[in-house]
Structures are given as structure tokens and as C-alpha cells.
């Protein structure tokens, strides 16, 4: 490959654009600000705490795709009115694509990526949905109308290739076979730099085989070798359109590479959440990803003039394949695609800064071109000569002689000479084609299928992964499971799925599905055991979390709107079943708290989650258990207002009985590394190997993403009302210890002591008839803690112990009775004395409307017990704890 001279030095900086996407389902549901503006180029977001914290960013493009817009009668999102601002996929590709495919004719490689958190719409823009065709096959339809304008002054021949990236392994998404354990190795070559060894590449002759293609490998993508729900949000998706023009008459050829990138969803190479996890270190969720940051940085920095030694390229896969379209040989551009909502503030606003370190990035993009092979040019030379003699012959009329016989012989040898040499640097050219042909059998034979049968379809929860697997129910009996070589039987893969898990049986026009023995499935959201009749639009769940939407008869298919069929609605479904409803409220009042809101899509986000990280657990015979609790589901602050929900991962240990409580960041970073775990596992037994034969996984206790050291963990609270202190009444209750979602944990035998400066306790003549009366007077209480009674937590084991914490008014840390260990009945014997030592009116507001929180502490074997920090406090000389710091100057 040559550089034309004139394009040696000339820079181009990667193009950057920015979309912003309608509110979705839940953004409306929870009643969400637009923090994004848009004026020209320029983007605007809004901190949603702080209204005067707004930043600006300016870019190639901008892109409003979130108000103005209508669907038109083909399903089409078109500007409400001409003219309008709203950004449609046509717009979109008027400035992004036609420049891609100029480019890439002229014989310029040419990289799209897109770039932003998942469900902001990069699926959309690249590749689109239904009838709002995204980029990739609008270039397409392009690239193949500008081949067919242009047939008289060159030759093309354009070859296909899908691939993903996950974990680090490259799958190739067009290649059905059995995928090669460790996915595909990518290769480093000198003139050609990084490639993908082995990778099917399908010649196209038409922008429909390409959509087709496009079908087969999102098929693939979802099917793919793990067991969990597939999903982009891990996963990079990679389509390479390789384009080659041969251009007789100059005895030229082109080539271009037209890399487009589905990047995965950027949430994930930030660190999940604030609180640190002792084996998140050192483990990138994504390696590809955060080196893609990497190299961006860097490339930035050279721009700028900085100083920088190295560029991360072979750091990762991703970086490594897309070398040349960073700061190489490519004219690039990066979509970078925006949630709206003030709830993807975090997000937003990062995605906002990575897209503006792209900006800077210099490439030097060439055209690749070399002189046709000089043996194709001798050869046409050959033939021409040999078709002027041939002419000859006939005119002599000699056409049917000998010589004239051998003549056409040679012909044809060239001819064929000629296209082997053309074809010979595509070695498994054949291969592939015939490979496509019973694809593109196959797929037609589906559309046949899907007017004749009923099916299931695959219901994901990344919209552009639904329904693309059709399964489906012929007359007669089809079990379906792991079982892929039984005869009538339907193949699937996925977590908790049995060789055999259930049977369908489709009589006389009507679809029955029983469940074998021990197999897990949920229709409509709630637990089968027996046979049961499907009706069209059914919601089956079969084994941990393969979910799949049963399609009818045709007949019985009639006008319903399947969309709203979505993952969504299948979980809110099963926490429904659950007696979990904070969706839809059906009391009337839609307005549901955002908050709650929040809470509800993060249990139903974790809950298919939780589902896994058993199966995992099970199969790895782990022995542990999670289950999701919504914390503070029941409790509440000292002052009897509710607390911050959020959703939680108790995890069990069933051997040992030793509790964590995870939180959702950490429990997704966990599920993440189980998953390694899982795969490599998998990975090295045998095929088939069913899950009682499986053998224990022992990993060192610092790689365990199933364990982590014991803490104290929380087991509920208690409220004493303190009003009775403001007027110097003693006060002794039994209360009621609830835990986080309102079961009790246990009695608390609690009392409420008003005494002398030196403990004896006061007397009825004591008692005030106003509180007022105590303003800057000295008073002093008791805190008794007499008994715990009726744990929980020790009768469910009894290696345990308990302590309770406790905070008075303005003390800085909390107090902690002693532990004590193994009695369901622990005797605490506990007193404190406090004292206040000039009452303020905010003592008393306090007393008045406030309750000490007794929090209930479970201890297990190996845990450290909770001590009392007593540096910040403040103590009389007979150690009593001095509140109320601040004295009666606060009162005024
Ligand atoms: P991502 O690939 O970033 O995870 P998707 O492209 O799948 O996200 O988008 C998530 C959802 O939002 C999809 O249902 C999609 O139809 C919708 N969506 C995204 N962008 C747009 C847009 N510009 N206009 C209309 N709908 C959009
Ligand atoms: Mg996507």
C-alpha cells in the first residue's frame, strides 16, 4: 500500500457528535427534568443539586432527539413540524454517514464509535430499531447504490464482519459453529497491524444480505457461550465493512476498512459506587473500555503538545483493533449518546468530558492504495490480444478450428487466473459464501416457520438483543432444555436449565407446557408445577432468568401492541408476585415518589441478578445464598420520618452461617468477578457434566468474590419515645426490635431513669407539670438497657452474639453496650447516665419530639466487636456523659 504524497501530513481530528434521546419509560414514570440544552453545536447540562452549576461543551455536531418529534404512519420518528429540531436518523446520517462512505470510496479507512451509558441510545444511532434504521444500515444502502452508479470505472467487491468483544475474548458473531474455547486471537502483522485471525468475512453483493447479516449476529450475540443474559452493556460490538474498488483503466486498487463500533455501555469503567471493595482492585470490569479512556487521554495530551512516553494501544483488544482509527490511518467520528434525565446527571456529564478529550485527537488518515497486480494486468493484456485474434478467426469463419478451440481454452484459464488473483487475499472467500447461502436459507425458512407455528421469543434486557431468537412449537411433544442432540426437542442454554426442563406439546391448535421435576418455571410471574395451557402473549421464565414472550397461532396474534411486553414488565411482574408493587399505582394517585421509584427499578434490575449469582452459587457449590432486601423498608429516623431506602444483597453462608449485607454497587462489581469465576470453570469440564457432578471450587480466600471477612451487621432498631423525660417522669417499656423490612428481631427491655446529679433516682415530687420549667436548669437521666429477649439472630445460630448501639441528642458518636455472646435472652444490665448540664430549648424540643434509636448489632464467630469512640465525648469527673454542649445560649 502507497500514501499519495499530498495526504502524507494532512491532520484531521476525530469528529465528535452528541445526541440527546427521549425520555424513556421510566424517566416519565418517575416524573424526570431535561438537564440537557442544546443551541447549534453547543451542549448545555444542568447539576440538578445546584441550579447555578452549569457547564457547557461545544462540538462537530449536536443532535436534539428528545422533544418535537411524531411517528409517522410507517412507524417513522419524523420532526413534528418541517423543519423542525428535532434530530431524526436521517439527519443524523446526512452529516455522520455520507461523509463515512465518501471517505471510505475515496479509499480512506473510516471508524464510527459510539459512546455513552447504556440505554442512551447507541443502538439506536448505529444500528436503529424497526423502521428508524440507524447508521450502519443506512451507509449500506449507501455504499451499495454508489457501487452500482459507479460499475462502469471500477470493480468493487465489499466483505462483511461482525464481531464482539467480551471479556477481552473476540467472538465471531457470523460463524455458527462451536466457538473456539478463549474466543479468537488477534494478531499483529507489520504492514497490516492488528487483525482478528481467522475472522469470517462475508462477501455482499446487496444492502438487504447485509442487513441479514446484521440479524444473524445479534441472533448470535444473544445465544452466545455465556450462561448469563446477554447484554451490551458488557460487550463491545464490532461491524467491519471492507470495501475494495479496482480501477481497470488507472490499474489502481482501493481498499478501506469501515470500522463501526457498538461500544459498551460507559457506566461501568467508572468505579462502581464510593464505598472501596477489597477485590475491586486491580480488577477492570472493562478492560477494553477504560483503555479506550486511556489511549483517548493520551492521544489528547499529544495533542495539546504535552509530553507523553507511551499510548496504552495493546493494553487491551478493543484498543488494539481500533489502533489505526485513533491517532492512526482513519478519519474517525464518535457519536456520543445522552440520557436527558436529571437522574443520569453523573453520567451525562461524563460522557460529556470523555467526548470532549476525543475531540482533540489527531489522525493522519492516507489513502490506501496500490497498483493492481501486475499479473492481472498482463493477464487482461493476454486476453484482449487473444479476443482480437478470436474476432479474427470468426470472420474467417474458422470459429469451430482447433486453434480457435485452444484460444478459448487460454480465455478462459486467464479469466479464471484473473479472479483467483482477485479473490486469493480472501482465502476463506468460498467457505463464507456457502456458509451465508444456508443462512440466508435458514432465515427464510423462519419467516415460512412464523406464519405457520406458534414460538417463543426471546425478551432481553437490552432492547436491541430482544426477540431474535424465534423457538418453535410444531404439532406433538418438544421438551425443551440442554438436551441439543434429543430428537423433538428445543435447545437452550442458560443458567438453572435442566437437560430436559419442561415439555410443550401443541395439540389440536392449542400449546399446553409442563414443567419436569425439579426444574424452575414462572409463567405470567408466578411458579408452575403442572401443566398448563399457554395463551398468546404469555410471559415464561425458565430456569434462572431466560425469558421468553409465547407467540400464538397466527389467528390469535390479532392487532396487540407487543412492545410494552418488555424485560421491564416480565420483573415487575415477578416482584409483583412478590407482593413487591411500586410501579404502576393502581390506588388512584399516579404519582408515585421518585425516590421509591428508584428503589423499585433497582430490585427489579438486581432481581434476575440475584437469581444468577445462585445458580452460579449452586453449581460452583458455593454454599451461599443471596436474597434482596430493600433497606429500611420499616424504619425510621429519631424523629420517626422514614429513612433512605435503597436495595440490598443479604448474602448467607449456609455452612457457616456468617451474614454480609452487600450493597447494589458492590454486589454488581461481585457478580461481575463470580462470573469469571463461573466461565473459566465451566470452561475446563468436561461437556455435559451435570451439575451434582460438579466439584467444589476452592479459590483463595482473597479471590473469592463469594466471601468476604465478617462484620457486625445490622439487625434492626428500636425507637424510646424520650418525651416522658421532659417532665421528670421515669419511664420502662418492652420494645418491639424491628428489622429493616418489619419483622421482629427481638424485645428490648428498656428504661428511662430522671436522677440526681449522683444516680439515685428523683421522686414523684419531682415530676414537672411544665417542661419549660427545666431551661438552664441541670438535668440529668439514666439510660437502662436491662434485656434482650427472643433474638433472632442467636436462635437461628447460636455461635453468635449481639451488642446495641445507641445516640443521645448531640453526642458526635454513638454507644455500645457490651457484646454478648450465644443466649437467646442476653442479659445487658446496661446504664448509662447523661446529664445536660443547662438545659437548652433545643434539649427540650429534642425530648419533646425525638426517640432514642436502639440499634440491635448481630455479631458472628470472627467478627471484632464495635467499641465506643469516647476521644470526641465529653464526661463529668464521675463519668457522666455531659449533652447538650452547646448551653442556653442556643435557647436564644
Ligand atoms: P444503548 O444501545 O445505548 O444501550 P439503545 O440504543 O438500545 O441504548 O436505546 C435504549 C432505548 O431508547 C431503546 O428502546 C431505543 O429505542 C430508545 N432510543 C434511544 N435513542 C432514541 C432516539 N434518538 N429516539 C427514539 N428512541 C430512542
Ligand atoms: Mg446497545
Not at 106 to 131: D, F, H, I, R, W
Not at 457 to 485: P, R, T
Not at 771 to 800: K, M, T, Y
Not at 822 to 834: A, G, K, S, T, Y
Request: overall charge negative; glycine content about 6%; aromatic content about 8%.
Amino acid at each position: 500500500m502507497r500514501a499519495k504524497a499530498s495526504d502524507m501530513h494532512t491532520k484531521d481530528c476525530v469528529k465528535v457528535a452528541v445526541r440527546v434521546r427521549p425520555f424513556n419509560k421510566r424517566e416519565r414514570d418517575a416524573g424526570s427534568r431535561c438537564i440537557i440544552s442544546l443551541v447549534s453545536t453547543s451542549i448545555s447540562i444542568q447539576d440538578p443539586r445546584d441550579c447555578h452549576n452549569r457547564r457547557s461543551f461545544c462540538f462537530d455536531y449536536a443532535y436534539w432527539s428528545h422533544s418535537g418529534f411524531t411517528r409517522d404512519h410507517t412507524g417513522l420518528f419524523v420532526p413534528e413540524e418541517p423543519g423542525g429540531r428535532y434530530a431524526d436518523q436521517d439527519s443524523v446520517f446526512q452529516d455522520l454517514g455520507v461523509g463515512i462512505l465518501e471517505n471510505s470510496l475515496q479509499g480512506y479507512n473510516a471508524t464510527l464509535l459510539a459512546y455513552g451509558q447504556t440505554g442512551s441510545g447507541k443502538s439506536y444511532s448505529m444500528v436503529g430499531y424497526g423502521p428508524n434504521k440507524g447508521l450502519v444500515p443506512k451507509l449500506c444502502d449507501r455504499l451499495f447504490e454508489a457501487i452500482r452508479e459507479n460499475q462502469e470505472n471500477r470493480q468493487c467487491q465489499v466483505f462483511f464482519s461482525m464481531l464482539e468483544i467480551y471479556n477481552e475474548q473476540v467472538v465471531d458473531l457470523l460463524f455458527r459453529g462451536s466457538r473456539t474455547a478463549g474466543g479468537l486471537r488477534v494478531r499483529e502483522e507489520l504492514q497490516r497491524g492488528f487483525y482478528v485471525e481467522g475472522l469470517r468475512k462475508i462477501p455482499c453483493e446487496n444492502a438487504l444480505q447485509v442487513e441479514q447479516l446484521m440479524e444473524q449476529g445479534t441472533r448470535t450475540r444473544t445465544t452466545a457461550a455465556t450462561q448469563m443474559n446477554a447484554n451490551s452493556s458488557r460487550s463491545h460490538m464490532l461491524i467491519i465493512l471492507q470495501l475494495k474498488q479496482i480501477f481497470s483503466k488507472e490499474s489502481i486498487t482501493k481498499q478501506s476498512n469501515i470500522n463501526l463500533v457498538d461500544l459498551a455501555g460507559s457506566e461501568r469503567q467508572r468505579s462502581s459506587g464510593s464505598e472501596a471493595d477489597r477485590l475491586k482492585e486491580g480488577t477492570a470490569i472493562n478492560l477494553s473500555l477504560t483503555t479506550l479512556g486511556n489511549v483517548i487521554s493520551a492521544l489528547a495530551d499529544v495533542a495539546v503538545g504535552k509530553k507523553v512516553v507511551h499510548i496504552p494501544y495493546r493494553d487491551s483488544v478493543l484498543t488494539k483493533l481500533l489502533q489505526s482509527a485513533l491517532g492512526g490511518n482513519s478519519r474517525t467520528v464518535m457519536i456520543a449518546t445522552l440520557s436527558p434525565a436529571d437522574i443520569c446527571y453523573e453520567e451525562s456529564l461524563s460522557t460529556l468530558r470523555y467526548a470532549e478529550r476525543a475531540k482533540r485527537i489527531q489522525n493522519r488518515a492516507v489513502v490506501n492504495e496500490s497498483p493492481t497486480e501486475r499479473l492481472v494486468k498482463e493477464l487482461k493484456a493476454e486476453n484482449a490480444r487473444l479476443m482480437q485474434k478470436l474476432s479474427r478467426m470468426d470472420q474467417e469463419g474458422r470459429r469451430a478450428s482447433d486453434e480457435s478451440k485452444e484460444l478459448r481454452q487460454l480465455l478462459t484459464q486467464n479469466e479464471l487466473q484473473i479472479r483467483a488473483i482477485q479473490t486469493l487475499w480472501e482465502q476463506n472467500l468460498q467457505e463464507a459464501l456457502k456458509d451465508w447461502e444456508q443462512q440466508y436459507a435458514s432465515i427464510t425458512q423462519e419467516r415460512r416457520m412464523m406464519q405457520m407455528y406458534p414460538y417463543i421469543l426471546n425478551i432481553n434486557e437490552d432492547a436491541q438483543l430482544s426477540g431474535v431468537v424465534k423457538l418453535f412449537i410444531q404439532e406433538g411433544d418438544w421438551g425443551i432444555g440442554l438436551c441439543d442432540s434429543s430428537p423433538r426437542s428445543i435447545s437452550i442454554k442458560g443458567l438453572g436449565i435442566q437437560e430436559r426442563h419442561a415439555v410443550f406439546r401443541n395439540e389440536q391448535r392449542r400449546v399446553t407446557l409442563t414443567p419436569v421435576m425439579g426444574s424452575k418455571v414462572i409463567v405470567n410471574g408466578n411458579t408452575v408445577y403442572e401443566t398448563i395451557e399457554l395463551q398468546h402473549l404469555d410471559r415464561l421464565i425458565l430456569g434462572s432468568n431466560c425469558t421468553y414472550l409465547f407467540i400464538g397461532y397466527p389467528s390469535e396474534r390479532g392487532g396487540k401492541d407487543w412492545s410494552r411486553y418488555d424485560y421491564d414488565y416480565f420483573q415487575s411482574e415477578l416482584a409483583a408476585a412478590e407482593g413487591i408493587h411500586l410501579g404502576e399505582s393502581n390506588t388512584g394517585s399516579n404519582q408515585t415518589d421518585p425516590s421509591l421509584l428508584a428503589v423499585f427499578y433497582d430490585y427489579i434490575k438486581l432481581m434476575p441478578m440475584v437469581a444468577e449469582a445462585n445458580q452460579m452459587s449452586q453449581e460452583l457449590s458455593k454454599g451461599v445464598e443471596f436474597k434482596l432486601e430493600i433497606k429500611n423498608l420499616a424504619l425510621s429516623d429519631s424523629r420517626g420520618h422514614d429513612l433512605q431506602k435503597d436495595v440490598v444483597v443479604r448474602v448467607t453462608s449456609a455452612g457457616s452461617k456468617q451474614v454480609w449485607m452487600w450493597s447494589k454497587a458492590k454486589f454488581i462489581n461481585r457478580k461481575f468477578l463470580m462470573e469469571e469465576v463461573y466461565q473459566h470453570f465451566k470452561a475446563e469440564q468436561p461437556e455435559n457434566t451435570r451439575v451434582e457432578e460438579l466439584p467444589c471450587v476452592v479459590l483463595p480466600r482473597d479471590k473469592d468474590p463469594f466471601w468476604d471477612p465478617v462484620e457486625p451487621l445490622l439487625l434492626g432498631s428500636a425507637h424510646l419515645w424520650l418525651q416522658s423525660l421532659a417532665f421528670r417522669i421515669p419511664l420502662e417499656e418492652q420494645l418491639e426490635v424491628l428489622g429493616s423490612e418489619g419483622t421482629e428481631e427481638a424485645i428490648l427491655q428498656a428504661q428511662l431513669v430522671p436522677c440526681t446529679s449522683n444516680g439515685l433516682p428523683l421522686g414523684e415530687d419531682d415530676i414537672l407539670i411544665d417542661p419549660s420549667e427545666i431551661l438552664g436548669r441541670r438535668l440529668d437521666f439514666q439510660l437502662v438497657l436491662d434485656q434482650c429477649c427472643g433474638v433472632c439472630w442467636i436462635r437461628e445460630a447460636h455461635n453468635r452474639g449481639i451488642q446495641i448501639s445507641f445516640r443521645v441528642f448531640d453526642c458526635s458518636e454513638p454507644l455500645y453496650t457490651p457484646a454478648v455472646w450465644h443466649n437467646i435472652n442476653p442479659l445487658l444490665d446496661h446504664r448509662v447516665q447523661f446529664t445536660s448540664l443547662q438545659t437548652s430549648q433545643s434539649l427540650l424540643d429534642y425530648l419533646q419530639s425525638s426517640a432514642v434509636v436502639l440499634e440491635l448489632w448481630g455479631l458472628q464467630e470472627g467478627c471484632t466487636h464495635m467499641n465506643s469512640s469516647l476521644e470526641a465525648v465529653r464526661m463529668t469527673a464521675e463519668g457522666v456523659f455531659i449533652i447538650d454542649m452547646s448551653g442556653p445560649s442556643q435557647a436564644a
